[in-house]
């Protein structure tokens, strides 16, 4: 996460904004508001989801079968919310979804007293109620998203082929191949087409003068007939 912090020799300034992440202790530094002013956390709602959703594969377990029933309802206000712009989207999710959020919490708070402490279901409240502000955090911008589903589809690929890469060859290779790996799937998400990226990029190398190189990051780069 070291890259968050910029470099001033590049002019590249600290990032700030808001930060979604699954509550990997890793990050709870990253996002801590006194030692960087201007970085919020937020938290992916799927994962408080799924630890419900594990309490429900046994079949016997209401609280898990309630919750999961209580995210639904949420997932699918968010899903009518899509298509509409990040102010629009916001002022929907605090008619329509922040009630429901509010619901849950009650309903969570109750069943918190009902529950026996060291279980599997008192740890998915306990979860999900220790991460209340960050979980609802989308709630006051609607440019923060539900959860991070989208990136953890985007990671999918090297998440499943990681064992094969232990053998890479040394540290600085796989260095390497994390770079590569972030530039094609940065212009998937730009929606280019990965190859004909990095052959038109390599081709431009060799001549391209370094005050340009910019140029060819996947969000500025147009292919050759643009």
Known sequence: MAFLDGDEKLGERRWRGTLLTDRYGGYETVVDPRLYPGRIGAA????????????????????????????ARIYEVEGELKVLSDDARQAHRQLLAKPLWEEL??????????????????????YTLGHWIALTRHLEDGAVALDNNHLE????????GRKAWQFVGSELAGQRAAIVMSLVQSARMN??????YLRDVLQQLPTLLNTRLDELLPHRWRPPHD
């Open 44 to 71: 992916c709602a799927a994962h408080a989801r799924r630890h419900f959703e594990e309490l429900t594969r046994s079949g016997t377990s209401t609280v898990g079968m309630d919750a999961v029933r209580r995210f």
């Open 105 to 126: 919490r009650e309903w969570l708070e109750l069943e918190r007293r009902l529950v026996a402490d060291g279980g599997a279901a008192a740890k998915a409240i306990d």
């Open 153 to 160: 589809r985007q990671i999918k690929p090297w998440a499943m």
């Open 191 to 196: 929606g280019h087409d990965p190859w004909a």
